[in-house]
């Protein structure tokens, strides 16, 4: 009975035409595409294919991602994994096996693009990394990584900025970028490195003639739609500003933002909706959050209130945020005073802000990505 099954599906496949098979292979889940790739070695071939990862993740863009979640371990002697994801219609946490924590370091997350992350800490490891079907690629390592070891050999200080990750639009190529202040001149100069993927080897060009925040959660780089952005300290009174890196002509420029005076540990910028947004909270516990629209217009979107929660008090830095679902609802990550990490949904219809997961307090990362079959 297997044996006749067996043949009558093999029949049925090669009586299918490829490009239907093509067609609705691109229509299904992740999953359900690995599984189907074992089929045959003309379906296999199809899926890895350029062309089918390109369309598939085209047609896959929802407003509904995936969150991927990380950060340090905290108790080292626990076998806690390093990251977790999320699915957006399930709403449980997976664990993601695939990597290992290295031991004695924490792992950082980059921002995703195209469904991939990279995965470093700041002196050794580097990776980029499919959430989605596990795919991972070790890459060499950066010049300021090598630093940080040799600093921290000689008890001198090292330096955490925090690596960027995005694609050139016109040439579809990703790039990675480590921009951080020179050690030679930390006053008003920095240092860029780029990683070429086709040649697997860092490069370095010309860097911004403005410093950057590289001290906390404010420095993570943000990249929308073929740039990469940073803000920039507060210096002599001057109110906090925004640097862009274009990553086709490698050069950078400086970016206003629409906010008035606040403190610059008081503003953070993110990507929602494939937007860039900046947001600051104000003194009364008031988060507002502008997006980037496509004429180069900055928008008020969301006002959310946390002068009073029901889950905690705020801390009066801003929250992360990390994804719109259904146009209406907006995940954030709310670390409480007392370490407490929770997922909340605000409502931009009603403005209710309520809790949907507690998360475990050594994942103080979220990041939201695309289900994809990319590999670079």
């Known amino acids: 009975m297997k ?32 599984r189907f790739s074992c089929v045959s070695k003309q379906w296999n071939s199809t899926i890895k294919s350029r062309y089918f990862v390109s369309t598939h993740l085209a047609r896959v863009k929802s407003p ?39 031991n004695n370091r924490s792992l950082v ?14 002196k050794r490891v580097l990776y980029v990394f499919n959430p989605s079907t596990r795919w991972c690629r070790f890459l060499p390592r950066a010049k300021i990584q090598k630093i940080n070891c040799v600093r921290e050999n000689l008890n001198c200080n090292s330096k955490r900025p925090f690596l960027g990750f995005g694609k050139d639009t016109l040439t579809s190529n990703h790039k990675m970028v480590w921009l951080y202040n020179s050690f030679e001149n930390p006053h008003g100069q920095t240092t860029c490195e780029v990683f070429d993927f086709a040649t697997n080897t860092w490069r370095y060009v010309i860097g911004s003639r403005h410093l950057i925040c590289d001290h906390d959660f404010k420095s993570h780089p943000v990249y929308s739609d073929g740039s990469l952005y940073w803000l920039t300290p507060q210096l002599n009174d001057k109110e906090t500003k925004m640097i862009c890196f274009d990553l086709h002509a490698e050069v950078f420029q400086r970016t ?121």
């Open 256 to 376: 206003e933002i629409p906010i008035d005076y606040v403190w610059p540990h008081r503003i953070i910028i993110c990507s929602l909706n494939n937007r860039l947004c900046v947001s600051a909270m104000k003194i009364n516990g008031i988060q507002d959050i502008w997006s980037l629209k496509s004429d180069k217009v900055w928008e008020k979107t969301h006002s959310l209130d946390l002068s009073f929660t029901a889950f905690g008090e705020y801390s009066g830095v801003p929250l992360s945020l990390v994804a719109i679902f259904d146009k209406t609802q907006m995940l954030i990550l709310w670390q409480s005073l007392d370490n407490e990490v929770l997922l909340l949904v605000e409502d931009t219809e009603t403005d209710l802000i309520i809790p949907t997961v507690c998360i475990p307090k050594y994942l103080d990362q979220a990041i939201s990505f695309i289900p994809s079959l990319m590999t670079i």
């Open 109 to 122: 997350v980059t921002g995703s693009c195209d469904g991939l992350v990279c995965i470093y800490d700041f």
């Open 64 to 102: 509904n991602p995936d969150i991927l979640l990380g950060g340090e371990l905290v108790h080292e002697s626990k076998p806690y994994p390093c990251l977790r994801t999320l699915g957006s219609h399930s709403g449980s946490l997976t664990d993601v096996k695939y990597i290992a924590k290295p």
């Open 3 to 34: 044996e006749k099954r067996k043949r009558e599906a093999i029949e049925v496949r090669e009586r299918l035409p490829h490009v239907l098979v093509e067609d609705i292979l691109q229509r299904l889940e992740i999953k359900s595409i690995v």
